[in-house]
């Protein structure tokens, strides 16, 4: 999936927004989250996800807060504001129709031939 | 997700909400965020069967150094957490500005009082502000003002007049000036005359002449309407053009543009009109009157006294520009065997406005009025901060920090001074419109004064200034305030209290005393100016005016022809119906002439060669002290009125200044200038009388020569009260000669009543600034203790129950008022005893000392005091013991 990494930077955001409609979550979580649901075929590029998450955060889609980690240490946890579960709402309806037509092309054969 | 549950997320919030209080810690908090996530992914390797050190060189692997990422993440949040900061603090305003405006339209009384306090104390700078601002800080509308000088030269030695002397530098100097001084740009001289016009047709008319160098239009930076300004050409060709100003040009030549190439019948000469000049344009000197005609200066005319102005270069001082002035005029006076002293004076264009001590006493007396409004209105602050004392420990409790209370309270001041401030421009602007409305006749130049933008925010930071001033004092006795012995104790703590009173009482001891000082310096103004009005004059002024006779040079060129005429004057003055007296004189007063010359007693060696003075002197005829009702004291008048006579009188204080001992009839004495003057003999002593003016010394030394019509003489006529004599006596000169104006008249009674008009006025304004600042004074008087009976309602309730009689509480009460009242007095009559020596100028035939006046202001502020201590006085000896002790 190598050669995806570039086109996947932008969906990042979605996934992390999808991920913390389901519970507030510090950042290790969302990267093992997003892992744990992809398998092997998305690997999140561990690095470029706290920009991302503070570039949400700088838009007021998701707020942080300090909190203590299942292990007894300190964490940022993030949770997903109103505005940020709008925006998710809106960007999971495009992304789905983008794919829908990604994938029509991708099954339909040429009649013509 | 359910794993990642924070339980302790609360606690840690809170936690983390502290240290916020200490600003962000955006890269600490970065880093340890990254870093757990490093030890989670270790932590995730080591439970798959890694050792440490694998898990964390696969964790380093897959992760990178991270450096990039985290300053992306830094920058994102500093910028964030700014934002957020600033919004924070806006909102904040926002509150406490809304709170502010609830709270003080609660209490709209409080809220009026402290307004009002505000608008007076602001209004009166601002009023006064607008004149300084206009006459004292913009006096010339010239380029460059910063750097104009007017030059003057005044003498090293020997003034005998008891005035400041200064002369204008003769045309052969200002000539060498112009040529040789490099300290400054340019130096414009002028000269001003009146002259006849005789137009066409009609009536010949006065008109004002200056006479200027081609090159003041660029010195004012101001250019002609119509036509041409002059050119150096214009003189070399016989000088004989004019320019018109603009009033003249409307109001005569109906502002017509064919005037241009006109010829002008100026004083049996033609001159040709070659430009107008725009109104703006004025001469370099404020009290000059609006000039009618201008005239190209001929500057080798030696018989002209000039006016001299100049703009220095950037950066040189007047002292240095003073050195090489003398230097100059060092070498000219060695150089054409002049041996008089006399050296170059610099003076500010500022200096020469009318009224500027006035101004300057007017501008400290309501800065103390603005300081005791403030101290006023920290008063009410401080009695509101008390009631309010549980709404802020309330507040405190609730979580509002210190640093916010008093914040709070710095806001409420600053919109009650925001509202003052507007206040204080209306007041402002009506005091100036009043100030204007009233000014007396002599003091033209303050319909000058104008509100503008500097005056606006003059006001605007004088309102922020006393709003913190006051608001300070309220905030930080409110923050001292322990919020837990407030809520504990239904009334006030006894300490706190204390402290709270002392402050009280030391504002109000201050107000006292700055009062005291104002109603001092009042006073010594007020008795000042009695004196001057109940003052007899020394001579009879009923019914008396002088008239300038001006007498054009080329038509009556010889002293004979001009005697012929005053003669004729005379005699048809007298013929006049309803005249009583007519003489000439060489001044009619009110007058200042000046002897120049160093004045020598017979006995005494000459005095230095190089001195000069100035010696207060009238030409008059023989019978002038009789008709003036000037008693002779001791000799007789002249009998010998010759141009060669050596017959000279005195008066009182001249003879008193150089024979203390002994008569000064038959004495001898001489005037020298330039090592010339012939010696006169004393014939007679007359009474001192203030012919100069009633602001003048009436005891200064005073010359009296026999009258010789040698300048510009006066006739003096004096008139039954009720006639119309005095206008047939002015159409005399136009009778005798159809080519002369009827000349300038002036009632000797009027004026002599205007030369104390300034003084008069500034009284009045100071008096009237001194009973705004006794009003506040009282108004914090008494709200002093009225807060305090109120305070000690309950006392004084369990007082009168034991059986304390009503005198007694009475005498408590009016014991605190004196006691705040004397303190007040005393540093207020120490500080009267050192600042009155700045009015001392202003005062006249009273000492700055005047135990009257300190006597009177001490007494009037005391009464003001007492009365203040009535209405307390009498709640405290009404309070009903049962009520009292009832409540709370």
Redesign the interface.
């Known amino acids: 999936m190598n050669t995806s990494v570039e086109f996947l930077k932008g969906t990042l955001d979605l996934m992390v927004l999808k991920?913390l409609s389901?519970?507030?979550?510090?950042?290790?979580?969302i990267?093992?989250?997003i892992e744990q649901c992809t398998g092997d075929v998305l690997q999140v590029e561990?690095?470029?996800l706290?920009?991302a998450l503070?570039?949400l955060?700088?838009r007021g889609l998701i707020t942080a807060?300090?909190?203590?980690?299942?292990?007894n240490?300190?964490?940022?946890?993030y949770r997903l504001t109103a505005a940020g579960k709008k925006q998710l709402a809106a960007s999971h309806d495009s992304w789905a129709r983008f794919a829908d037509a990604v994938f029509k092309v991708l099954k339909t054969a040429p009649t013509g031939r | 997700m359910a794993e990642h549950y924070a339980p302790g997320a609360t606690r840690a919030a809170i936690w983390r909400r502290y240290l916020r209080f200490w600003g962000p810690r955006v890269v600490a908090d970065v880093d340890d965020e990254l870093r757990f996530h490093i030890e989670m992914r270790v932590r995730d390797y080591m439970q798959r069967g890694l050792s440490e050190g694998e898990a964390r060189a696969a964790t380093a692997r897959r992760l990178g150094d991270l450096a990039t990422q985290r300053a992306e993440c830094l920058t994102i949040t500093t910028r964030r957490e700014r934002r957020m900061t600033r919004a924070q603090l806006v909102d904040a305003l926002r509150q406490d500005v809304r709170f502010a405006f609830r709270t003080l339209g609660r209490q709209r009384g409080w809220t009026t009082v402290a307004t009002l306090t505000l608008a007076l104390g602001i209004g009166a700078n601002t009023g006064v502000f607008s004149v300084v601002n206009s006459l004292l800080l913009h006096p010339l509308p010239y380029p460059h003002a910063d750097r104009i000088a007017i030059l003057f030269q005044e003498p090293t030695l020997g003034n005998q007049t008891g005035m400041n002397v200064m002369v204008s530098p003769r045309p052969s100097l200002v000539r060498q000036w112009r040529e040789s001084a490099r300290s400054f740009e340019d130096i414009e001289a002028y000269s001003t005359t009146d002259m006849t016009l005789v137009p066409e047709r009609g009536e010949a008319a006065s008109l004002h002449i200056a006479s200027i160098l081609p090159t003041l239009p660029t010195f004012a930076g101001k250019h002609v309407l119509i036509g041409r300004s002059f050119a150096n050409a214009d003189l070399t060709e016989g000088g004989h053009v004019a320019m018109l100003s603009e009033g003249l040009w409307r109001g005569r030549f109906g502002s017509e543009p064919g005037v241009i190439g006109r010829a002008l019948s100026l004083d049996g000469s033609l001159y040709t009109v070659i430009g107008v000049m725009p109104a703006a344009f004025r001469l370099p000197a404020s009290q000059q009157n609006a000039t009618d005609v201008w005239l190209p200066l001929d500057m080798h005319n030696e018989h002209v006294g000039l006016m001299t102005t100049a703009r220095l270069r950037p950066g040189v001082s007047y002292d240095a520009a003073r050195r090489e002035l003398d230097s100059i005029t060092k070498r000219l006076d060695v150089s054409e065997g002049n041996r008089v002293g006399f050296r170059a004076k610099l003076v500010p264009p500022a200096q020469m406005v009318q009224f500027r001590d006035s101004l300057l006493l007017l501008t400290a007396a309501v800065t103390l009025v603005l300081l005791i409004a403030c101290a006023n209105v920290a008063h009410l602050m401080l009695a509101r901060a008390a009631t309010r004392h549980r709404e802020l420990a309330i507040r405190g409790a609730l979580g509002a920090g210190t640093g916010r209370l008093v914040r709070q309270l710095l806001t409420e001041s600053l919109v009650l001074s925001a509202a003052g401030s507007v206040g204080g421009l209306v007041v402002g602007w009506l005091g100036l419109e009043l100030l204007v409305a009233l000014r007396p006749a002599s003091l033209a130049n303050l319909d000058e004064a104008r509100m503008d933008t500097t005056t606006l925010l003059v006001t605007i930071a004088l309102g922020v200034l006393t709003g913190l001033l006051f608001g300070l004092a309220g905030a930080i006795q409110s923050a001292r305030q322990s919020t837990h012995e407030s809520l504990k104790a239904g009334t006030l703590s006894t300490s706190h209290s204390r402290r709270q009173n002392r402050l009280r009482g030391l504002l109000v001891v201050s107000e006292i005393a700055l009062s005291t000082m104002l109603l001092i310096g009042a006073s010594l103004l007020v008795r000042s100016v009695i004196r001057l009005q109940t003052m007899d004059p020394g001579f009879r002024t009923e019914g008396m005016y002088g008239l300038s006779i001006i007498l054009p040079e080329k038509a009556y060129a010889t002293p004979a022809a001009r005697h012929a005429f005053y003669a004729e004057l005379v005699t048809r003055a007298r013929t006049v119906p309803g005249v009583e007296m007519a003489m000439m004189a060489e001044g009619a007063p009110p007058m200042q002439n000046f002897l120049i010359g160093a004045l020598q007693l017979e006995g005494q060696p000459a005095p230095p060669a190089g001195t000069t003075g100035f010696i207060n002197y009238n030409g008059v005829e023989p019978y002038y002290f009789r008709e003036m009702g000037i008693r002779l004291r001791e000799g007789t008048t002249f009998s010998d009125t010759s141009e060669k006579s050596d017959q000279v009188m005195v008066n009182a204080g001249f003879a008193r200044k150089y024979w203390p001992n002994g008569s000064a009839v038959g004495k001898r004495l001489r005037t020298v200038f330039n090592g010339q003057g012939e010696w006169r003999t004393i014939v007679g002593v007359v009474d001192n009388a203030f012919t100069s003016g009633l602001t003048m010394e009436a005891s200064q030394p005073m010359l009296y020569v026999p009258y010789q019509g040698q300048f510009q003489p006066s006739l003096i006529v004096r008139v039954t009260a009720g006639t119309n004599a005095i206008a047939a006596v002015r159409s005399l000169m136009p009778q005798i000669d159809r080519h002369l104006p009827a000349p300038d008249v002036t009632n000797v009674e009027a004026a002599m009543r205007d030369s104390i008009a300034a003084p008069r006025f500034t009284m009045l304004l100071l008096a009237a600034f001194t009973l705004l600042a006794l009003v506040l004074a009282a108004v914090g008087l008494y709200g002093v203790l009225a807060y305090a009976v109120a305070q000690r309602t309950r006392e004084i309730g369990i007082r009168i129950a034991l059986g304390a009689s009503r005198r007694i509480i009475a005498r408590a009460i009016i014991g605190q008022g004196v006691l705040l009242a004397t303190g007040g007095i005393v540093f207020g009559l120490a500080g009267s005893f050192w600042a009155t020596r700045f009015i001392d100028k202003m005062l006249y035939g009273v000492p700055r000392g005047d135990p009257v006046s300190f006597a009177a202001g001490t007494a009037l502020l005391f009464a003001t005091a007492m009365a203040a201590c009535l209405v307390p006085m009498r709640r405290a000896v009404r309070v009903d013991p049962v009520i009292a002790m009832r409540a709370e």
């Open positions: 991920t389901w519970a507030p979550s510090h950042g290790y979580g990267a093992r989250w561990e690095g470029s706290y920009p503070h570039k955060e700088e807060e300090w909190g203590i980690s299942e292990n240490r300190r964490a940022k946890f």
